[in-house]
């Protein structure tokens, strides 16, 4: 879900003062297209560009799933990740305009439960900094409480008072899913209604988003629906079965479509009409897409010193243009959406395997033909990268040899907790393997072998999931007092949140 750097081709969009639609080459993409996905392995691939009244291009490539005649199409289902939370603010918009809430509101008024450690944000904490990034806690955090996880909204919600602050409140912006969690829940609370059943009959129903879902059962009830893929160790891609994503859909998980997503792109290049019918005020629109707060996120020649954050989206000024975009991953699905608000044209692309720059080189292509700029080509070059990341050989922590634990493997089986995530359970495998397992997410399950000393290294079940390390604390009685676990972060969890101790 936090794919969110903005390309290396924005640089482009200072070049030319104009865009006209009708450069774009459409006959010659396709050529490309085909090549971009054999060179970088991109299962299925859907295209859309959309002007402010009229589809210019629509068209899947690929098969929805690995070594199988499943077509993608301009009406499968792939997650877009983050660009949820645009839905999210959306959703906020509209009450807005009814005037039920105001983007200044606290949060408190609405939802008494939420509460971070720092006092002062509990009690102030608003709308606005909810959908902006800037609640003072690290990047992602959270994550260890969703992720594959067995806990409800509320429930996450309520596991934020245990994570730590790393700046103050307001301080600085930090790339966060659970605040736009919140963010929905109140809509729940204003409404009377689960944010989903909002978010179909008031966004998806009234702009023909016919197929679009934020719930696993209707997602997976769909015929047409991509399967998702991701890398394992010795980069071999691999099938893999996604998650519900319920307890986090508004922030991440929503699934959609090409044609669906043009008819989103189509309400927000036209100031909140769709067909002439008025969804949401222009005055909404403006808000959200607005500058809220400085957010280079990249130097030159990615973004510049004035690139911001909205409301669920990243925006960028360019001579007398506004660049309005957000990219969106889950494990094994990314999607690219960028708009040219003033120039009335948009983009969505939307993969079935993750961590993949071809949607870059896509992105970079069509803006190459849009400004005739040749520069824009650095396709030799990131495939190059790509080249040696698939032929490098994975690197391990270096090890001590010959050593042993401090006390016999039987002492270190026992129930270890943290406040955030819940119970963590170390059993005995064998005579020479143990087995820790998180209590509230399946996915963290694995196999712990004996590195050096008291490190254990953890292989875990779901391939998804690194090979990571697990030290054992000690008190000077020689009693272990909990664990740390030095994992290499994964999409959107972030392990150094955790504060591990023995029951």
């Not at 059962?217 to 519900?244: G, I, M, Y």
């Not at 400004?371 to 190059?384: A, E, P, W």
Request: aromatic fraction near 12%.
């Amino acid at each position: 879900m936090k794919y969110k750097y903005i390309l290396p081709f924005l640089v482009c969009l200072g070049l030319l003062p104009s865009l006209k639609a009708q450069n774009i080459q459409l006959d010659s993409l396709e050529p490309f297209i085909q090549k971009l996905m054999k060179d970088f392995e991109v299962t299925g691939l859907s295209l859309g560009i959309v002007t402010n009244n009229t589809i210019l291009y629509a068209k899947g490539f690929g098969t929805r799933k690995i070594n199988q005649n499943l077509p993608v199409n301009a009406n499968t289902l792939f997650g877009i990740g983050s660009i949820s939370k645009s839905f999210t603010a959306l959703t906020l918009g509209i009450l807005v305009d009814e005037g039920k809430i105001h983007w200044d509101d606290k949060v408190k008024d609405y939802l008494p439960y939420f509460e971070l450690q720092d006092t002062y944000a509990s009690e102030n904490f608003t709308i606005r900094d909810l959908l902006t990034h800037r609640s003072g806690l690290r990047e992602i955090a959270g994550g260890t409480l969703w992720y594959h996880s067995k806990l409800s909204r509320k429930e996450i919600i309520k596991g934020l008072k245990y994570s730590e602050p790393v700046s103050g409140f307001r301080e600085k912006p930090a790339y966060q899913n659970v605040m736009y969690l919140v963010a929905a829940e109140i809509v729940s609370e204003v409404t009377g209604m689960r944010w989903d059943a909002f978010l179909k009959q008031r966004v998806f129903d009234k702009i023909d988003m016919k197929t679009s879902t934020s719930v696993a059962s209707v997602r997976e009830s769909n015929e047409n629906l991509a399967f998702p893929h991701v890398w394992d160790a010795n980069f071999k891609k691999t099938l893999v079965q996604q998650e519900s994503g319920d307890n986090l859909a508004p922030a991440g998980i929503i699934y959609s479509s090409d044609y669906d997503m043009m008819n989103y792109m189509q309400l927000l290049l036209n100031d909140g009409i769709y067909k002439r019918d008025t969804l949401v005020s222009k005055k909404v629109i403006d808000e959200i897409f607005k500058p809220q707060i400085l957010y280079p996120i990249e130097g030159s020649p990615f973004g510049n010193e004035f690139t911001s954050y909205g409301f669920g989206w990243w925006v960028t000024p360019r001579n007398n243009d506004k660049f309005i975009e957000h990219n969106g991953g889950i494990d094994g699905m990314a999607a690219k959406l960028f708009m040219l608000k003033d120039m009335n044209i948009g983009v969505i692309i939307l993969t079935n395997i993750s961590k993949e720059p071809a949607s870059y080189l896509l992105k970079a292509k069509l803006l190459e033909q849009l400004f005739n700029d040749t520069s824009l080509d650095f396709y030799d070059i990131v495939k190059g990268y790509r080249d040696r990341r698939v032929n490098r050989k994975p690197t391990t922590k270096k090890r001590v040899m010959d050593t042993s634990p401090s006390l016999p493997l039987d002492d270190f089986v026992g129930v270890y907790t943290d406040k955030m995530c819940g119970d963590i359970h170390v059993k005995m495998l064998d005579e020479k393997e143990l087995e820790i397992s998180f209590s509230n997410s399946f996915i963290f399950k694995g196999k712990l072998t004996h590195w050096h000393f008291d490190t254990f290294q953890i292989e875990w079940d779901d391939i998804r999931v690194p090979k990571g390390y697990v030290t054992f604390d000690f008190n000077s009685n020689q009693e272990i007092t909990g664990m740390t676990v030095d994992q290499q972060n994964l999409l959107d969890v972030d392990f150094r949140e955790l504060d591990i101790k023995k029951k």
